[in-house]
């Protein structure tokens, strides 16, 4: 473990060339804010997308979604690997390397564009086949086609922005990456109306106006994101900053980020397999979950901009070897966020019956959700110690036991307790959800032993 350093005298980096600022006594909620409303603003861009093409054409809705569907699944490996990024960037200007953050930055920035771009020739050579492969229905695989080939083309930007996004988070300008979401959302919506309603709809471009308008907006905020890194960051990205080539934080960043994409494809297709077994208890219950995840989706968001607040803050002080602090700083804004997510999950339970009611009248849809959504009030108890304790751990440098337990107990308490509950024991929807819920608190409870054991110390990625 590095040295021990008080708190009041640790010196964290805003940037290279900028004011240095303690990121490490900065306020969970000051971070946490703005990341709580770009998540939002992506949440929301989905369902404002969904609502503008459910007027123009149902097939349209589903064409879309089955092709977000299949490259939602393919970018997992570069979004994986801005969060490796964040680590380490996190961890070296909280040691105040300030001198190879250059180098981290290009290093981080050229590794995910490489990789996009690779997915953007899977993506648009092997559009068709991928999507023969899901069993998309024959009447939306064209549309699903000219969608995939349009925007997958240009998946590299997403690459980049989510790279930058992190830099910026870890660098304490979390309110960077909610401006560039909201202009992103912006263009976004108003290229649909222009294709779909406005002045251009005279082209019946259709899916493909659809297309073009995420394109364009994928491409402006990565332009964006360029001009604020060099801007309020005051980073730079250069070829001779991999001469001679840094091999060591290339290898920091597949240690970090290999683990956390293996969890989390795990965890797709662990979702893939509960889904099929929802499919086989019903319309009803198929419906209902849909609706319940919507609305339990902004509880989890609330958690989930806790903990990457909480996680920017676990890696500056890791870097400057301060773990005392750090474990301190998580319990706190754990405390936060139980808080935080009781209220909005209990909030959303006492407004489940009029919430509901707002997608249908079917009185049985709406009277099983209200079941599932007190079964996640549960839930979101275990969900909110993960969050904020693994993702904390994560940045402490600590990524195997968390990815090794998440694959561990998904597969063995999740998917197994959701067939048997579920399924064989006939408890339906509600065995199911009772099988995540038992999941995440299982793991909650692991996790937190883990962090007051303190087996997290001491796997900092600065020497």
Known sequence: ?????????????????TSRTNIANYSVIRLAWPIFLQMLLAMSLGYADTAMMSHFSDVAVGAVGNANQVMGFLTLAFTIISSASGVIVAQYLGAQKHDEMDTIYTVSVGFNLSLSIII????????SFLLKVMHVPEVMIAESNRYMKIVGIFLFTDAVTNVFASIFHCNGNTILGLVIMFGMNFINIFGNYLFLYGPLSFLNLGVAGVA???????IVGMITSYILFRKVIKGKIAIRYLKPFPKDIFVKLIKLGIPSAGENISYNIAQIIITIFVNTLGAVSITTKIYCNILCGFSMIFSNSLARATSIITGHCVGAGDYDYAYRRVLKSLVIAMIASTLVAGLNLALSPFTLRF????????????????????LEFGR????????????????VFPTVL???????ISVVFAWLLGIFFKFGLVGVWWAMAADEIFRAVVVLIRWKVGSWRGKSVVE
């Open 212 to 218: 073009i308008a995420t394109s364009a907006s994928r």
């Open 359 to 378: 997608f249908t009248e079917n009185q049985e849809i709406i009277a099983l959700g209200k079941r599932i959504i007190l079964v996640a009030f549960f």
């Open 406 to 412: 998440g694959i561990g107990s998904m597969w063995g």
């Open 120 to 127: 953007c020739l899977i993506v648009t050579i092997f559009s």
């Open 384 to 399: 909110c110690v993960n969050l904020v304790i693994i993702q904390s751990m994560r940045a402490a440098g600590d990524v």
């Open 1 to 17: 473990m590095g040295g021990k350093i008080k708190s009041k005298e640790i010196t964290l980096g805003q940037g290279t060339g």
